[in-house]
């Protein structure tokens, strides 16, 4: 019987995507956004994500997304048109401090930087809000009640102590501001809640926060060593100093890679934890998400895009330095140069603005949301089944901060 009940359990959630139809997908995208400069990302956002909702499905029943193109762009609109002024605003005071008060200067640009750090934290809540309240499964709408003003609160609190631990409490913050959103989620009129501590991901984070005291351990060298600001002593003729410089730049180079590869591996440990910690009534959730999977497709999307770049330049170089000595010597633009350097920049701005993106969507991020889904069983899934829908239906307009600030992808 546990057998049964286990299989039942590992069929709750499926993915039926494949990336041939994706690519159909996001090569539509991409030649719609070109076309209308730009405009179409909002639709195209929105067809992504539909696609990926309508094939996972749960109980054999595929998740719904109602969101439109147009709740994005009138979103995005109605945020610029008032970020627009408050950057009016600060050009012109950042004009009006007088040279001589650096200290006006610095506490205005700390204002700036508290101000962006709180539009972040409230455009990805109000983007998870919304989000949710255009998701559905069997007809009932999921929802995100809380306050974003007590998000912000409380992500404040933890960004401040992650500082002054260089670190430390990063994983804390991480699933505390997790908790808060989950036991804020509702399907129907079931609230979730989770039930994980961040003290199982501390040894995960360690390689993580031993990079960072390494760098901090090297700057404080550094500063004691050759000063700071306007007062460095560094003789690039000196031998000994050069040396120096140079191991303690190998050095940092490594450790930034290991706490890079240390850091993937945190982020897949935190995602297991905190999927295996989410509880609906009395079904629960768990993760496989694999670590040496996703950092090998990664790194053959890595490849592919330094291929790219590698295939561009190898085409251009001659042309490119040719047309470099030739103006550097004095010589005339002629129409072959001009036609080599404009198709130098077509090729690139191809390269940077579609292939990269594409291809890193396509294989990537196609394969984290596939691996997401797959890995992940539900014990007891059946108590979904009694969600009854409730009468909020969310924001009415986009993810207006969210797209203005370019994060949560889509």
Same mark, same amino acid.
């Given at each position: 019987?546990?057998?049964?009940?286990?299989?039942?359990?590992? !069929?709750?959630?499926?993915?039926?995507?494949?990336?041939?139809?994706?690519?159909?997908?996001?090569?539509?995208?991409?030649?719609?956004?070109?076309?209308?400069?730009?405009?179409?990302?909002?639709? !195209?956002?929105?067809?992504?994500?539909?696609?990926?909702?309508?094939?996972?499905?749960?109980?054999?029943?595929?998740?719904?997304?109602?969101?439109?193109?147009?709740?994005?762009?009138?979103?995005?609109?109605?945020?610029?048109?008032?970020?627009?002024?408050?950057?009016?605003?600060?050009?012109?005071?950042?004009?009006?401090?007088?040279?001589?008060?650096?200290?006006?200067?610095?506490?205005?640009?700390?204002?700036?930087?508290?101000?962006?750090?709180?539009?972040?934290?409230?455009?990805?809540?109000?983007?998870?809000?919304?989000?949710?309240?255009?998701?559905?499964?069997?007809?009932?709408?999921?929802?995100?009640?809380?306050?974003?003003?007590?998000?912000?609160?409380?992500?404040?609190?933890?960004?401040?102590?992650?500082?002054?631990?260089?670190?430390?409490?990063?994983?804390?913050?991480?699933?505390?501001?997790?908790?808060?959103?989950?036991?804020?989620?509702?399907?129907?009129?079931?609230?979730?809640?989770?039930?994980?501590?961040?003290?199982?991901?501390?040894?995960?984070?360690?390689?993580?926060?031993?990079?960072?005291?390494?760098?901090?351990?090297?700057?404080?060298?550094?500063?004691?060593?050759?000063?700071?600001?306007?007062?460095?002593?560094?003789?690039?003729?000196?031998?000994?100093?050069?040396?120096?410089?140079?191991?303690?730049?190998?050095?940092?180079?490594?450790?930034?890679?290991?706490?890079?590869?240390?850091?993937?591996?945190?982020?897949?440990?935190?995602?297991?934890?905190?999927?295996?910690?989410?509880?609906?009534?009395? !079904?629960?959730?768990?993760?496989?998400?694999?670590?040496?999977?996703?950092?090998?497709?990664?790194?053959?999307? *890595?490849?592919?895009?330094?291929?790219?770049?590698?295939?561009?330049?190898?085409?251009?170089?001659?042309?490119?330095?040719?047309?470099?000595?030739?103006?550097?010597?004095?010589?005339?633009?002629?129409?072959?140069?001009?036609?080599?350097?404009?198709?130098?920049?077509?090729?690139?701005?191809?390269?940077?603005?579609?292939? *990269?993106?594409?291809?890193?969507?396509?294989?990537?991020?196609?394969? *984290?949301?596939?691996?997401?889904?797959?890995?992940?069983?539900?014990?007891?899934?059946?108590?979904?089944?009694? !969600?009854?829908?409730?009468?909020?239906?969310?924001?009415?307009?986009?993810?207006?901060?969210?797209?203005?600030?370019?994060?949560?992808?889509?």
């Amino acid at each position: 019987m546990d057998q049964v009940q286990e299989t039942a359990d590992q !069929a709750a959630l499926t993915f039926n995507a494949t990336r041939r139809r994706f690519a159909g997908l996001l090569v539509v995208n991409a030649l719609l956004t070109l076309v209308t400069l730009g405009i179409y990302r909002f639709w !195209a956002k929105t067809n992504i994500r539909r696609f990926f909702w309508r094939n996972v499905s749960f109980l054999d029943d595929p998740l719904e997304y109602t969101g439109t193109g147009g709740e994005l762009f009138v979103g995005f609109l109605i945020v610029i048109a008032v970020l627009f002024p408050l950057g009016l605003v600060y050009g012109a005071i950042n004009t009006l401090v007088p040279p001589h008060h650096p200290e006006m200067h610095v506490a205005l640009e700390v204002l700036y930087y508290v101000v962006l750090f709180a539009l972040l934290q409230i455009g990805f809540y109000r983007m998870w809000r919304y989000r949710m309240s255009r998701t559905r499964w069997r007809g009932v709408r999921f929802g995100l009640d809380g306050s974003t003003w007590s998000y912000l609160k409380l992500a404040a609190g933890w960004t401040v102590l992650t500082v002054l631990t260089l670190g430390l409490a990063y994983p804390f913050m991480q699933i505390d501001l997790w908790r808060y959103q989950v036991r804020h989620t509702r399907l129907g009129d079931l609230a979730f809640r989770f039930e994980g501590s961040a003290r199982t991901l501390l040894p995960a984070w360690a390689p993580v926060f031993a990079a960072i005291l390494i760098n901090a351990g090297f700057a404080l060298w550094a500063v004691m060593e050759f000063g700071f600001g306007t007062r460095v002593d560094f003789n690039s003729l000196d031998t000994a100093q050069r040396d120096a410089v140079a191991i303690v730049g190998g050095l940092i180079l490594l450790t930034d890679a290991l706490g890079l590869f240390g850091f993937m591996f945190y982020r897949v440990r935190q995602a297991r934890l905190q999927i295996g910690g989410l509880r609906l009534g009395e !079904a629960s959730f768990r993760s496989r998400l694999p670590f040496w999977w996703l950092f090998l497709v990664g790194v053959i999307c *890595i490849i592919m895009i330094l291929a790219a770049f590698a295939a561009l330049l190898g085409v251009f170089a001659p042309s490119l330095i040719g047309a470099g000595q030739q103006l550097r010597y004095g010589g005339p633009a002629d129409a072959r140069m001009i036609s080599d350097l404009t198709g130098f920049a077509v090729a690139g701005f191809v390269t940077l603005v579609l292939l *990269i993106p594409f291809v890193w969507t396509l294989i990537f991020r196609f394969e *984290i949301v596939k691996q997401l889904v797959k890995t992940t069983t539900v014990d007891n899934p059946h108590v979904l089944e009694h !969600a009854v829908q409730t009468a909020s239906t969310g924001p009415r307009t986009g993810e207006g901060l969210a797209d203005a600030l370019d994060i949560g992808g889509f």
